[in-house]
């Protein structure tokens, strides 16, 4: 598999910047991602397949948040519950000041409590 990456882009008068904010590893594929333009952050759902001992494969989800004013990773949960990552997969949210949206549901991010 080919590596991914997420890539900042600064563009101001006349001149630009890239950075590069995550690349995936080997196993690891970026699922999903959002941007939370009024806290600056990015919500990211990445996927790893883990081979267990019966050799059977099994994928396993991870949430992460990017802080774009600390330029790193400031949180990371492995997810568990199907029905958060099918709306985190399906990218059929949005994000505002620490809250998705997504159909009726709202759910809260407490970035004050991760910082």
């Given at each position: 598999?080919?590596?991914?990456?997420?890539?900042?882009?600064?563009?101001?008068?006349?001149?630009?910047?890239?950075?590069?904010?995550?690349?995936?590893?080997?196993?690891?594929?970026?699922?999903?991602?959002?941007?939370d333009?009024?806290?600056?952050?990015?919500?990211?759902?990445?996927?790893?397949?883990?081979?267990?001992?019966s050799?059977?494969?099994?994928?396993?989800?991870?949430?992460?948040?990017?802080?774009?004013?600390?330029?790193?990773?400031?949180?990371?949960?492995?997810?568990?519950?199907?029905?958060?990552?099918d709306?985190?997969?399906?990218?059929?949210?949005?994000?505002?000041?620490?809250?998705?949206?997504?159909?009726?549901?709202?759910?809260?991010?407490?970035?004050?409590?991760?910082?």
């Amino acid at each position: 598999m080919i590596g991914q990456e997420i890539k900042y882009i600064k563009v101001m008068y006349g001149f630009y910047k890239i950075k590069t904010i995550l690349k995936s590893m080997d196993n690891e594929r970026i699922v999903s991602f959002n941007i939370d333009n009024n806290q600056n952050k990015l919500i990211i759902l990445t996927c790893k397949e883990i081979t267990k001992q019966s050799g059977m494969t099994k994928d396993q989800y991870q949430f992460k948040i990017y802080s774009n004013t600390k330029k790193d990773i400031i949180f990371s949960i492995n997810l568990e519950d199907p029905q958060y990552i099918d709306i985190l997969r399906q990218g059929h949210y949005s994000v505002l000041d620490g809250h998705i949206y997504t159909g009726n549901r709202i759910m809260k991010i407490r970035y004050d409590l991760i910082e």
